[in-house]
């Protein structure tokens, strides 16, 4: 009994193992493709549960979604002789899987021969245009131009690309610090154009300035001796008048007393003259030191 149940044991077994192998499912986002001893048989595209031949053939499955292809980074010649480093990326689907299989056989090496196709239709393609161009809506005409000729290419592999876009498009790095170098210069050489304006501005104005101080000073000075002049003209108008007058007598006893005053303003002075002087005429002429007066 126990033999026989072994037995039994055995083959429900090796059942199992034979119904495991001959069955596989297709997911709704894959798609397969069956071998036989390294041989393609069949290439199954719809989901669901399938059968095959168990241990004689195998199962390659392939996702049918779109998926991502980021080759590096690339110098490349633009058609104004100026050179550039250019990232991109790809998007791409897998259509024929037979003929992917056969062409590349797995998703790596489609990436490194996929790779080189993007950037040598690149590289071709911006050698045509300058790189202002692909600054400016030509860029969108130069990518769909890109993406022709790589699906061109890309048909070898059983894949379609979808989209190819450039994400960035620099100078290299010797490039642009010299860039750098030169703007730097050339701002260095606006300011210092500017300060020397700047300078020379200020210094004609400063110089403008100074002329019209002197201008106004002199106009000034002029102005002040004329009024001085003409100040000085009508005082001794009045003076001669007042000394032409009735009032001779007093006024000239009023500045020989304004002499006595300035002499003797800081007392210690010392006269020594005689007493019928010229200097003492009025103390000698007025009896008993009368002063005259001004007449009206």
């Known amino acids: 009994m126990n033999r026989v149940a072994t037995f039994f044991g055995v083959i429900v077994i090796a059942i199992a193992v034979v119904g495991f192998s001959s069955i596989f499912i297709v997911h709704q986002t894959g798609q397969a493709l069956v071998l036989q001893f390294g041989e393609p048989k069949r290439v199954v595209t719809e989901p669901g549960l399938k059968f095959k031949v168990p241990f004689m053939q195998n199962v390659v499955s392939y996702d049918r979604r779109v998926l991502d292809l980021d080759p590096a980074a690339e110098e490349m010649i633009a058609a104004d002789k100026k050179r550039i480093v250019a990232d991109s990326y790809a998007r791409y689907r897998i259509t024929d899987p037979l003929k992917f299989y056969q062409a590349v056989g797995t998703e790596q090496g489609l990436r490194q021969r996929l790779g080189r196709v993007i950037n040598a239709s690149m590289r071709s393609v911006i050698g045509n245009y300058t790189l202002a161009a692909l600054l400016t809506e030509q860029r969108v005409k130069i990518l769909a ?20 876009r450039i994400r960035r498009a620099d100078l290299p790095k010797e490039n642009s610090e010299a860039i750098y170098n030169r703007m730097k210069a050339e701002r260095e050489r606006d300011a210092k154009e500017a300060r020397a304006q700047g300078a020379e501005i200020g210094q004609r104005i400063r110089a403008e300035a100074d002329r019209d101080r002197t201008v106004l000073l002199a106009e000034a000075q002029r102005r002040a001796e004329e009024l001085r002049g003409e100040g000085d003209g009508e005082a001794q108008a009045i003076y001669n008048a007042a000394y032409g007058g009735e009032a001779t007598e007093f006024y000239e006893f009023y500045r020989r007393m304004q002499a006595f005053r300035e002499t003797f303003a800081s007392g210690d002075s010392s006269l020594v003259l005689s007493p019928d002087s010229e200097f003492f005429r009025f103390f000698n002429e007025l009896p008993s030191g009368r002063i005259p007066k001004a007449r009206r």
Do not use: C, L, P, W
């Open 145 to 164: 131009e890109i993406q022709s000729r790589v699906n061109n290419e890309a048909k070898q592999f059983g894949i379609t690309v979808v989209d190819v």
